[in-house]
């Protein structure tokens, strides 16, 4: 066998892997949010947005993106996925939930990865980004959301969601938050950020910082004991 097809079978038995892990994932996902019991806080904030008449960018923390799927309130929503071998899974977890993906990062191809964001954008397609990934420091949004937001005058809402019980991955540097079968929970939108296409780069820098902020408070908000009843 040449060097050639031994590189081709090997991408391919890796290739199947991936697909194999994603469709469990996907299925135990499923599965477990089929049963989870959702409360909407804070739903004005989504209808403010809206009256914008501009796709909408949500902004998240990686962390929760799971229990997100239950939550999407968007008939057409785009993510981003890295460009890694998790980013190729997430892609495909994410196209099973009825989600469009583009790929890059902030690290690999992150350029590329939010211009196509923004043509998705002009497209009509609402955008979801996990603002504190895809390598952390955790809960600490990066200024990439608010860059596109600027490209098309579309608001941001900080969206997350908090759960009365769960499993948190406190050795991963997301804390990744996975839902317990038939639990509560209360995903909460935050005030609309809008962005005007003048702002200077150290505006950009405060921004993001309002967002961090408010993101940290819907957090806290959603994981105070007995909140998601």
Known sequence: MSRASFMSTDKERVSWRIRIKAFVIWLIARIVLFTVRLKVDNLENLEKARKHEKPIVYAFWHGRQLGLFKANPEKRLTILASL????????????????????????????SGLMALGRKLRSGSAIAMAVDGPKGPAFIAKPGVVALARLDGSPIVPITIGFSSKIRLRRAW???????PFTKATVSYGEPLVISDRVSSGEIDKITEQLTASLLKLTHEVDAPGRAV
């Open 84 to 111: 890694s071998r998790d980013g190729e899974m997430q892609a495909r977890i994410c196209k099973k939930f009825g989600l469009e993906v583009v790929r890059g990062s902030s690290s690999r191809g992150g350029l």
């Open 174 to 180: 997301d804390k990744f938050i996975i839902p317990l």
